[in-house]
């Protein structure tokens, strides 16, 4: 997998360029990344147990990566995606 480091001074400035599509993603240990995740808008992309199979039905992308329906899995880290 390649990527390209792109590194900010504080905690929210990672989540504003997350959410604005600056970044593809970002990292950390689990309390740093929990604490990450309540401050995002919208951090199920809409899904939940209430729309569950809706949501599978739908053409967004996000949703269905979120979803595994969609995009690889385990392919960079060489494994198989299923």
């Known amino acids: 997998m390649e990527y390209e480091p792109v590194v900010f001074d504080t905690s929210d400035q990672v989540v504003k360029r997350f959410e604005s599509g600056r970044c593809d993603a970002f990292t950390g240990d ?8 309540i401050k995002l808008a919208d951090p199920d992309k809409g899904v939940s147990s209430k729309n569950l199979e809706q949501m599978k039905a739908s053409k967004n992308p996000e949703s269905r990566r979120l979803l595994s329906l969609e995009g690889t899995k385990g392919k960079g880290l060489k494994l198989d995606d299923n």
């Open 30 to 37: 689990r309390s740093q990344l929990y604490g990450q995740r």
